[in-house]
């Protein structure tokens, strides 16, 4: 059963007890959004290099696994989209493998350890794959499609007479490349000491002699490299997007070899967000720029899944900082489509996004004080008269009584309290998803919405969230 509808601000103090209010698991809509993260929620592709080649992007990456203990495995992928359909994703397999899986043959005959964050670049007509491998020399790839297959042409080869790992790093360590204007081609890596090299474009394998290069991106402020660069040319200037920590900055230059000027930073792993490192890269789509990252799930700095957010570059340059939301390559979200819960992009308190099978990845660990938001969702701008607007929660209990607050706009701001539901102590610990349909006030415009966690008893979860959505109905 459903609480009666009333239209009244009465709505916002309205406590529903659950066990009196079950539905079936799929009374809900099964229309549900695209958002952040954009990928299908089973697949973990973090230090995404997004590329455009004729009217699709691509995405090339690391690739993690659910609910995993440490970063990436032994396989790189490749997904694309069309340019005209952001939200509909193909995945074009394992292009590269260390290690003979799944019947497919092992690529990397020197190594059989994980990949790392790979880059792709197109030369001479021909899609080059760069691909990091732990602790051994990284790997250069080849093919005709940038969707692939690939085959691996061997390793990099430096100069005559230098060390083959210029400076510490023999693999490479986060291969990024710039195929500039007049051919030349620019290779940035680095791990707490940014690097780079001129390949050579009749044998993408050769490091020319005398080009290489240290210290790029200083590791002092206001700087602080790290990790990660990702170079690109816009309007005729050199950006190079890299980690400093949790956080991914910019530096700019007029020559392709540097020195870098300090501009900011674009996006970041921190705050509300889980924190962890990042890595990504920019890309233009239909005009509009977007910055590519990941988040980390399952309460680890590991299995990470791909977002992107919209940015601007103005037009002296710079790149104002963004922050996480639940959009993607969208401009809001619809409340009247079911919005899963993992793509949340505020986290306080605790909770996590896990992976309990293919299809359900809830937010746990929901303790008093927890709060999870959603941003941002476009209600609209017209209510007709005698319309009504009620939310449907699904959820499970989980192990102590409390209860789910539901906020338009941030509860440590200037937010609204629109309901609350009731987690009974009696329920506490049953296994069923199961769905409560409460009434709120009509709503209009574009907002963020919060799920706030109360009890009692401090520490202990109380309720596991699946999904929610809005619906609005005439009396």
């Not at 009333?6 to 799929?26: H, K």
């Not at 790029?216 to 990702?230: G, Q």
């Not at 440590?412 to 009434?439: F, N, S």
Request: aromatic share 12%; proline share 7%.
């Amino acid at each position: 059963m459903t609480t009666p509808p009333r239209r009244s601000n009465a709505f916002a103090r309205l406590r529903v007890i659950c066990p009196a209010l079950f539905f079936g698991l799929f009374a809900m809509p099964l229309v549900i959004h695209a958002a952040n993260p954009f990928l299908p929620g089973y697949e973990y592709i973090p230090d995404g290099e997004p590329r455009v080649y004729g009217d699709r992007v691509y995405l090339y990456g690391s690739h993690d696994l659910a609910n995993s203990r440490s970063f990436c495995d032994y396989t790189l992928k490749v997904w694309s989209a069309p340019l005209n359909d952001l939200n509909n994703w193909t995945d074009h397999g394992v292009v590269l493998t260390t290690r003979d899986i799944d019947g497919r043959k092992d690529d990397i005959p020197w190594s059989d350890n994980q990949f790392y964050a790979p880059d792709i670049a197109k030369i001479n007509g021909k899609y080059y794959l760069f691909a990091q491998i732990v602790g051994s020399p990284c790997a250069v790839a080849v093919s005709d499609s940038p969707s692939g297959p690939f085959k691996v042409l061997g390793k990099f080869k430096p100069p005559a007479g230098v060390p083959i790992d210029f400076g510490g790093w023999a693999q490479y360590f986060d291969p990024g490349v710039l195929v500039d204007d007049d051919g030349k081609v620019y290779l940035h890596w680095g791990f707490k000491h940014s690097q780079m090299a001129q390949l050579d474009p009749q044998d993408i394998t050769r490091i020319l002699p005398d080009t290489y290069r240290e210290n790029t991106i200083p590791r002092e402020e206001p700087f602080k490299f790290f990790e990660a660069p990702s170079p690109r040319k816009i309007n005729g200037v050199y950006y190079l997007v890299y980690a400093n920590g949790a956080e991914l900055a910019y530096a700019t230059s007029e020559s392709p070899t540097g020195p870098y000027t300090y501009r900011g930073v674009i996006i970041g792993n921190t705050g509300d967000a889980h924190g962890g490192n990042i890595h990504g890269g920019l890309a233009k789509l239909n005009g509009q720029w977007y910055i590519f990252y990941h988040r980390q799930t399952n309460n680890t700095n590991f299995s990470r899944r791909a977002c992107a957010e919209r940015v601007t570059i103005e037009p002296d340059g710079s790149i104002t900082q963004v922050e996480q939301t639940s959009l993607g390559f969208e401009k809001s979200l619809d409340p009247y489509k079911v919005t899963p819960s993992d793509i949340a992009c505020v986290f306080r308190g605790g909770s996590y996004v896990t992976e309990l099978d293919k299809r359900t990845r809830p937010v746990l660990g929901n303790r008093n004080g927890c709060v999870v938001g959603y941003k941002y969702f476009d209600f609209g701008d017209t209510i007709l008269p005698g319309q009504f607007t009620q939310l449907t929660l699904q959820f499970r209990n989980a192990q102590t009584a409390g209860e789910v607050e539901v906020w338009l706009g941030d509860p440590k701001g200037d937010g609204e309290k629109l309901g609350a539901v009731l987690i009974d102590q009696q329920e506490a610990g049953k296994d069923a998803w199961r769905e409560l349909t409460i009434p709120v006030r009509n709503i209009s415009g574009r907002h963020a919405v919060y799920l706030k966690f109360t009890s009692d008893k401090q520490g202990t979860p109380i309720a596991d969230i699946r999904s929610f959505v809005f619906t609005r109905d005439t009396q």
